[in-house]
């Protein structure tokens, strides 16, 4: 199959005057799948406009019935699932179940939003003026929360749909209109779920979607004047929009290195179980993988020998088949991974199965004995290759942990609550995880990376309360 799919503003689906169209290509493949509009810098400022003009009514839409065509956007689109995440598979190797399992968990949390917008939302506060200082009872204040205004949204590739509806819901029960760029690997999945908010009737131009390329219209999205939040999850381009946006909020996730502390009295089937989950899910494609193991010496050798064991299991091959490790996104990327095993290699890693590579395919690579001089130490594979560093103690792992740049989740495996709780306090993470993989959901859980892990906190309630401002309206009294 090899169309061009058309990009979606003011309520229609166009064609780009540039004639110009970007290529999806299958990761299994290496194919051309699909090709998505090129757009014009012309009708990004179009589509802009538009969406400027049409949050203006939408922000005087009751509340009730934005939460009404939300939950409608959100049946349509788990009536949609199996197409949409077929497009998954074939634009980002996603397998085939868990292709499935992001467009319902999407569906899900678009209700979830729709149901928190209507309560946050509908509740202001009341303050009085005598509680301070030199103040009599003589101003009422009453505030509320509106709309910021137009709101950019740009998701990564490995949850096209799901990071894409984690910006879009919130920002539309608050009131504001949004504007898509979706990721050129999952663009077509996410324009088949703007297709569902289409179904759902939002007004037009409420909702768009552009496509193109990064160097034509990514600097010219995120540096709009009529953009007033930029949502973003992705990669370090996040640090340099934050450097080029204007006074706007902004809100990002840039990434991980999420450490998994292993302490002498975990249970080390359950850590093995979740290193394995967290570290080879989505073929390490999450920020929120365990991308490092910091195990205490003692237990090291049975905790490899179980978590090697684990490794063994995993299904290796093309996304249809469901398989646990499917090809890596692009080429370049699986060219990065291949150099950090081969700098691992260099310096003296041990390798518990051989570094096998077939295309974008990467198999499950366990490295133990990995040392902090060794790239893969501290940089993020992206990929199905999962370093182990032992360690002669709790500090040793902490520091190490808190050496990095990013700070996104971790995880402690430990029988012992307190030393949990000591050792999750000092992790300089947004979040820790105590007997579990790191993981983002459940989507209403706040999520937050520390240092370069972004700025802002997500999840549902915490993405409508940043998509809003305070209004303040004070009463006067003679
Ligand atoms: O990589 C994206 C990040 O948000 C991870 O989400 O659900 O895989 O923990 P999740």
């Known amino acids: 199959e090899d169309r061009v799919f058309k990009y979606y503003s003011d309520g229609e689906w166009k064609k780009s005057s540039s004639r110009k169209s970007v290529s999806i290509i299958n990761p299994t493949t290496r194919s051309v799948q699909f090709r998505v509009q090129a757009c014009t810098q012309e009708e990004v400022n179009k589509t802009i406009e538009i969406a400027k003009v049409a949050q203006k009514s939408w922000a005087k839409t009751p509340l009730w019935k934005r939460a009404e065509l939300l939950h409608k956007a959100a049946a349509i689109l788990k009536e949609h699932k199996n197409p949409i995440a077929e497009c998954l598979v074939k634009e980002i190797a996603k397998p085939a179940k868990d292709a499935v399992t992001e467009v319902v968990r999407s569906g899900d949390l678009v209700s979830y939003c729709a149901e928190e917008g209507v309560r946050i939302l509908g509740e202001g506060k009341f303050l009085v003026s005598d509680s301070f200082p030199g103040n009599e009872r003589t101003k009422y204040c009453l505030t509320s929360k509106i709309p ?12 096209p749909v799901n990071l894409a509806v984690s910006k879009i ?22 324009l088949h779920m703007v297709h569902c908010f289409h179904l759902a009737g939002f007004p037009k131009g409420l909702i768009s979607c552009v496509t193109g390329k990064g160097s034509e219209i990514g600097d010219f999205l995120t540096m709009h004047p009529g ?12 640090i340099a929009i934050s450097k080029k946006a204007g006074m706007i909020p902004l ?6 290195k999420d450490a998994c502390i292993v302490l002498e009295d975990a249970d080390l ?70 150099g950090l095993v081969m700098d691992a290699k260099q310096k003296g890693a041990t390798f518990y199965q051989e570094y096998k590579r077939d295309g974008n ?11 902090p001089d060794m790239r893969i130490a501290w940089e993020e594979p992206f990929g199905p290759v999962l370093p182990v560093i032992r360690i002669s103690s709790v500090e040793e792992g902490i520091n190490h942990c808190n050496a ?15 030393k949990a709780i000591l050792i999750s306090d000092a992790m300089e993470t947004g979040t820790v995880q105590i007997n579990s993989a790191p993981a983002r959901g459940p989507d209403h859980f706040p999520f937050q990376g520390l240092k370069d892990s972004g700025v802002g906190s997500q999840g549902i309630t915490n993405s409508i309360n940043m998509m809003t401002k305070v209004k303040s309206v004070v009463i006067n009294l003679p």
Not at 251 to 256: D, I, P, V
């Open 148 to 159: 910021l205004g137009v709101v950019l949204a740009i998701p990564p590739f490995n949850y």
């Open 169 to 190: 819901a919130p920002a539309i029960i608050a009131g504001n209109s949004l504007v898509l760029k979706p990721p050129t690997q999952g663009a077509v999945a996410a």
């Open 227 to 238: 953009v007033n939040c930029i949502s973003f999850t992705g990669g370090d381009t996040g």
């Open 251 to 256: 809100q990002m996730e840039l990434g991980g």
């Open 269 to 338: 089937d359950l850590a093995a179980a979740n290193i394995v989950k967290g570290g080879f899910s989505y073929s390490g494609q999450r920020c929120t993988a365990v991308k490092v193991v910091l195990v205490m010496e003692f237990v090291a050798d049975t905790l490899v020998q179980k978590v090697n064991a684990e490794v063994a299991k995993l299904t290796v091959g093309p996304p249809e088949d469901d398989c646990d490790i499917t090809p890596v996104v692009t080429e370049s990327s699986a060219n990065f991974i291949e």
């Open 361 to 371: 395919l990467i198999w499950p690579l366990l490295l133990d004995n990995v040392r």
């Open 404 to 418: 990095s740049n990013f700070g996104l989740q971790g995880c402690v495996f430990t029988r012992d609550i307190n």
